[in-house]
Structure formats: structure tokens, C-alpha cells
């Protein structure tokens, strides 16, 4: 029996393919959009797919202010951070971050779906949001892709 031809191949960050997707975030439910967001910028789509390396796509999501939620989330969801000083707390609804910023809201969803070590912080850099449909990766060659594809 050969036995040279059963050694598992681990994939690191030299020679993982990554590759450029586009995601058109415009009517998309934000947790089912953001979960497949974060499957592939972890690459568990892959086959080739290795726990403690970088080996996922680099992932452009664009028009993050057409995001949809269901039931009432856009009124009663909350943003809470600290500002470190006391009474410092402060809180917004997702209704004024969409006014402020509608691209925080995509990043704080997939970011709390990645892991939370080094591997996570590095796999987060490879996130591209953009509001409006123009980004700035077109010499990349990013291909659309549909998330009902992706199962």
C-alpha cells in the first residue's frame, strides 16, 4: 500500500488561493448574508480548508445601507459601547447607526462570527464594505456571486 499518496496537505498562507468575491448586500437578510460572509473569509468552503491558517477569500460587500433585518430589530436592536469614563455608556439603535454609519452594522455582524483570537483579527482584515454600489478592487477582478449558491 502506498501510503505516500494518504498524507494530509495543510494549507498555509503562501500557498492558499485566495481569491476575490463580491457580495451585493441589497435586500439580503443581514445575519443569513453575514454568516455565508464569514464562511467564506474563514474558507470552509473550501476543500483544501485548514483551522489555523489563513486560507479564505477576500470578501467586498457593497450597497450596506440597502441591508434588511426581519421583525423589529430596526427599532428595538442596540449598539452599546463604553467610553471608559463613568456614566460613559452609550447606546444606538440600528435605525440611527444606518443613518451614521451603515457599514458598521455588516462589519459588527461578521466580526462576531469569526473567530476571536489573532486568526480572527487577520481574517477581518480580508472584509471590504462599502456603501453604494462602486468599490475600489476592480483591478483585483472580483467575481459576483449569489448567496443562494453558497449552501
Not at 56 to 72: Q, W
Request: hydrophobic fraction near 35%; glycine fraction near 8%.
Amino acid at each position: 500500500m502506498n501510503t505516500l499518496s494518504y498524507k494530509t496537505v495543510s494549507v498555509n498562507k503562501e500557498n492558499a488561493n485566495k481569491q476575490w468575491v463580491v457580495i451585493d448586500a441589497e435586500g439580503l437578510i443581514l445575519g443569513r448574508m453575514a454568516s455565508v460572509a464569514a464562511i467564506i473569509l474563514r474558507g470552509k468552503h473550501k476543500p483544501s480548508f485548514t483551522p489555523h491558517s489563513d486560507c479564505g477569500d477576500n470578501v467586498i460587500i457593497v450597497n450596506a445601507e440597502k441591508i434588511m433585518l426581519t421583525g423589529n430589530k430596526m427599532e428595538t436592536k442596540e449598539y452599546v459601547r463604553h467610553t471608559g469614563y463613568p456614566g460613559g455608556q452609550r447606546i444606538r439603535t440600528i435605525k440611527q447607526q444606518m443613518a451614521k454609519k451603515p457599514e458598521v452594522i455588516i462589519e459588527k455582524a461578521i466580526k462576531g462570527m469569526l473567530p476571536k483570537n489573532t486568526l480572527g483579527r487577520e481574517l477581518f482584515r480580508n472584509l471590504y464594505v462599502y456603501v453604494g454600489p462602486e468599490h475600489k478592487h476592480q483591478a483585483q477582478t472580483p467575481k459576483q456571486i449569489n448567496l443562494n449558491s453558497i449552501k
